[in-house]
């Protein structure tokens, strides 16, 4: 167990919709990550939160957005649709703000889009 | 495109065999891990050398890198079945604050 909590599990919605992923990373951790794993494409990183500020960005589409709360939790928004958005999607923490410190792995949400 | 390209793809091998994966990058590097991924679950980080240094050992796993051919190993020995997993290298550069991951390699040891 990292220490690192998805909800939820699994999600399975229709093309158009918007769903919102959560996200809470370790006690203590600053930094949020969020990845998209698809088999075509591997594992992207798409967006890095600090203690509350966007810290790095990646390849997220403008369909998608992210955020992160006082509380350090974080929350990725993914608005209308496709079928191509269907993947798992992690949320990974670390310490510090710096992408190379050890990052670790929530279980993940798999998103399925019909 | 992935900065990381692990090779191979793919790669079985009888339990108590060593295994070795390679990964190559393009870029100059300022750290390169290595992490495993289970099926479905999410990835655990297993080691982490950065630029400066040739090798690395971490219990059964040794790393190695060479910045001169941009590439990596990664050396799993005397392998059980538990580490039948994806692994994964990422590499971060001094241009920006990511890292980025390699397709993996899927790794499958047989009983």
């Known amino acids: 167990d990292s220490g690192v909590t998805q909800t939820p599990k699994h999600l399975i919605t229709a093309t158009g919709q918007r769903v919102t992923l959560r996200c809470s990373p370790r006690?203590?951790?600053?930094?949020v990550y969020w990845y998209q794993q698809s088999l075509d494409q591997g594992l992207q990183f798409l967006i890095q939160?600090?203690?509350?500020?966007?810290?790095a960005k990646g390849n997220i589409l403008e369909r998608f957005s992210a955020q992160q709360f006082p509380d350090l939790h974080s929350e990725l928004n993914l608005s209308s649709l496709e079928l191509g958005d269907s993947a798992l999607y992690f949320c990974?923490?670390?310490?510090?703000?710096?992408?190379?410190?050890?990052?670790?792995f929530g279980p993940g949400t798999r998103l399925t889009v019909l | 495109s992935q900065q990381g390209e692990e090779d191979p793809q793919a790669l079985s091998i009888q339990e108590g065999e060593n295994a070795t994966m390679n990964c190559s990058y393009k870029?100059?590097?300022?750290?390169l891990q290595w992490y495993r991924q289970n099926s479905g679950r999410g990835l655990v980080h297993l080691i982490l050398?950065?630029?400066?240094?040739r090798e690395k050992h971490s219990g059964r796993l040794r790393v190695t890198l060479d910045t001169s051919k941009k590439s990596s190993s990664l050396l799993i020995t005397a392998s059980r079945a538990a580490d039948t997993a994806s692994y994964f290298c990422a590499t971060d550069t001094n241009r920006d604050d990511k890292i980025i991951f390699g397709k993996g390699t899927r790794l499958h040891i047989l009983p």
């Open positions: 006690s203590g951790d600053l930094s």
């Open positions: 990974a923490s670390s310490h510090q703000g710096v992408s190379y410190n050890e990052q670790f």
């Open positions: 870029t100059s590097i300022n750290n």
């Open positions: 939160y600090y203690n509350g500020e966007e810290r």
């Open positions: 050398i950065r630029s400066n240094e």
